[in-house]
């Protein structure tokens, strides 16, 4: 990037970014939750629209010179409606948190009870983590996965349903790697009389490529983040089909949990959705999950333990402590000091705090972006075994350093090739 004018008056700030983007050219990008921005998207995120307030909605807003800001947010509803097949598209919401707090405001009052997945088992903080809003003024059942397979106990679900008769049942998750059955979440919730939301935040674009089932026609609401395998700015988006709640989630996304929306970030959720609907994302999405086993099948072959045995979509957690004796904490560093960024994360039943861990959550979206492929894929399997099998081995940290820089230098973050 050219920050030209911010060297010359704020060599503070620019350090920082300037170091931002050197991070990002010289390391191996393998957070689940993240991905690279085309030029494109950078640019719209940069537009003087961030200048407007625009409280309100296309047509109906309380600022004059909304023009501008009403043809750019029409273009970003009806995209991403086409995208996922929806009606419905609220794309004010500044986070996927947003998204998922004015969905939890149209329908349930505090106190009420809902269901959702514990983040101890892969579920996210809004959906019921005591120290959330979702946990702090709701009531929380929380559902998990089974010990057996580590995959998602439907028949806990449907027993929990029944007991606790929740208003609203969440199914979506930061850390699962496999497929979410929503016609089974849709057929517990319909018994017991619950709404069903899905937070598809981490597997969206896997939907919109359908690679993944859309959980649309299940459930009442849909919420996501824009910045993942979506590969948007960062934001939240909210569709839905469900036209007894359109106007009740304008209401509570604006003026419910937000005043002015981010009109540069809309620009830039347009911009992307754009780029969704062009017919190498769905090349770019199979690669991402096909790039994710290869990595997966690489560290299994090399005796590390996947959660659950592997993956379906785009991550996987690596069990790092049984195998490696390596707890979350410190394979996260061991892996940053040779160049390879990932996160530490909790394992189901994990033995460990959760700041410490006893795995990593490894993704393919970023590097899949940057343009890696299945023989990448394996060397970087091949790399993270060297580190965690050797953690003391400075001879092997310096070797897969050197060879992490060359690919990097081989792979070059060209934003303008997106
Ligand atoms: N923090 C995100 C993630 O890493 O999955 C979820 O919002």
Not at 324 to 334: N, P, R, S, Y
Request: proline share 5%.
């Amino acid at each position: 990037m050219s920050y030209s004018i911010i060297e010359k008056n704020d060599p503070q700030v620019f350090k920082a970014l300037k170091a931002e983007d050197e991070r990002e050219e010289n390391y191996l990008e393998l957070i689940a939750s993240e991905n690279m921005v085309s030029q494109a998207v950078l640019e719209a995120y940069t537009a003087t629209l961030t200048n407007k307030y625009a409280e309100g909605y296309p047509g109906k807003r309380y600022y004059g010179g909304c023009e501008p800001s009403d043809m750019i947010e029409n273009i970003a509803i009806e995209r991403a409606n086409k995208i996922f097949g929806t009606q419905y598209a609220n794309v004010q919401p500044h986070s996927g948190a947003q998204a998922n707090m004015a969905v939890f405001l149209a329908c349930l009052k505090p106190g009420d009870t809902f269901m959702g997945m514990d983040l101890a088992h892969g579920g996210h903080l809004t959906h019921g983590s005591k120290v959330n809003f979702s946990g702090l003024y709701f009531n929380v059942v929380s559902y998990g996965v089974k010990e057996s397979d580590c995959q998602i106990d439907y028949d806990g679900i449907a027993k929990k349903a029944k007991e606790h008769k929740p208003k609203l049942i969440v199914a979506g998750a930061s850390a699962y790697p496999r497929t979410i059955d929503f016609s089974k979440f849709a057929e517990i919730a319909k018994e017991n009389g619950a709404y069903l939301m899905v937070d598809m935040a981490h597997i969206a674009g896997l939907v919109a490529a359908k690679l993944h089932p859309s959980p649309v026609e299940y459930a009442e609401f849909v919420t996501t983040t824009t910045h993942k395998t979506l590969r948007g700015p960062r934001g939240g988006l909210i569709v839905s089909n469900d036209e007894n709640f359109f106007k009740k989630l304008n209401s509570r996304v604006f003026p419910g949990v937000q005043g002015g929306p981010l009109m540069h970030v809309i620009a830039a959720k347009a911009v992307a959705f754009g780029e969704a609907l062009k017919d190498d994302f769905v090349e770019y999405q199979k690669r991402v999950v096909r790039n994710a086993k290869v990595l997966s099948d690489t560290l299994l072959s090399r005796g590390l333990k996947i959660v659950s045995g592997g993956t379906d979509n785009h991550l996987m957690l690596v069990d790092t402590f049984s195998t490696k004796k390596v707890t979350g904490k410190d394979a996260q560093e061991l892996l940053e000091s040779v160049g390879l960024t990932t996160n530490k994360n909790a394992i189901p039943f994990d033995p460990n705090p959760p700041m410490v861990a006893s795995g990593i959550r490894l993704g393919s979206p970023a590097l899949t972006t940057r343009g890696f492929n299945e023989e990448e894929f394996k060397k970087v399997g091949g790399w993270i075994a060297d580190v965690l099998e050797n953690p003391s081995d400075e001879n092997t940290a310096s070797r897969v350093k050197n060879e992490i820089s060359e690919i990097c230098l081989k792979f070059p973050l060209d934003r303008f090739r997106l």
